[in-house]
């Protein structure tokens, strides 16, 4: 039996896509990086955990007076709650958030005297960090390449046909394998500015996408 040739698709193969992706995301957002401020990885991980499902730049507003009152894992294990709390009441879900803060100093002051660990499976033992804040923390505050899939990141590689998945750590193991490594925090921050800029996710501004043509989101909105 012949069997019929395979159809071409008009789309490179995935690893040759991320390349031409990674170029034009280049050209279009040669600013990109992590938008939220800090000078150390305990600043850091402050910071990702206020920044769940708030703005980043809110988050960089009331950080600068946080880090200069709490310089130390231990300051925030041992300061009262309600005091946290009042000193990031700006940011959405803020006892929550001041709960989890003070968790997650308790467990680096017993376990990690105190230090940000550097190792992702240290990282995953502390309250509240997750494979994306651990590997946004290793990419950003310990120059590791590691992919950090938060929203932006999701949502974009879908659209983009570089995953099927919906799960996060399963998307970060489809990127892990087309991704360069050298480029991995690098592809994550454009397609983080691209999400903000272009492809938003209620409408994306796809006619004016400079990877229209490398994208295979079937919802492509029109001229
Ligand atoms: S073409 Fe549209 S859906 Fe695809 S990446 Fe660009 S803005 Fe997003």
């Known amino acids: 039996m012949v069997r019929a040739k395979p159809k071409k698709s008009k789309f490179p193969a995935d690893k ?3 390349k031409k992706i990674t170029s034009k995301l280049n050209r279009a957002h040669p600013d990109a990086k992590l938008d939220l401020d800090f000078s150390n990885p305990l600043e850091l991980l402050i910071a990702l955990i206020l920044a769940a499902q708030a703005r980043d730049d809110l988050v960089n507003q009331v950080t600068p007076a946080l880090f200069a009152k709490y310089r130390h894992a231990k300051d925030y294990a041992s300061a009262p709650p309600e005091q946290l709390s009042a000193d990031i009441r700006r940011i959405n879900f803020y006892r929550v958030k001041s709960g989890r803060i003070k968790n997650c100093c308790a467990e680096l002051v ?52 570089l995953t099927r998945n919906t799960n996060p750590d399963k998307i970060e193991f489809d990127l892990t394998a087309i991704v360069p490594e050298k480029q991995r925090v690098r592809f994550c921050h454009l397609l983080q500015y691209h999400g903000r800029r272009v492809c938003f996710a209620k409408k994306p501004r796809c006619p004016e996408c400079t990877i229209n043509d490398l994208c295979r989101y079937p919802d492509k909105t029109k001229a």
């Open 16 to 18: 040759a896509r991320v």
């Open 110 to 161: 017993r376990s990690f005297k105190g230090e940000v660990p550097r190792k992702l499976d240290d990282l995953l033992t502390l309250p509240g960090v997750g494979r994306k804040t651990a590997n946004i923390l290793l990419g950003n505050a310990f120059g590791r390449q590691a992919i950090g899939v938060d929203t932006h990141v999701m949502r974009l590689s879908q659209r983009l046909g």
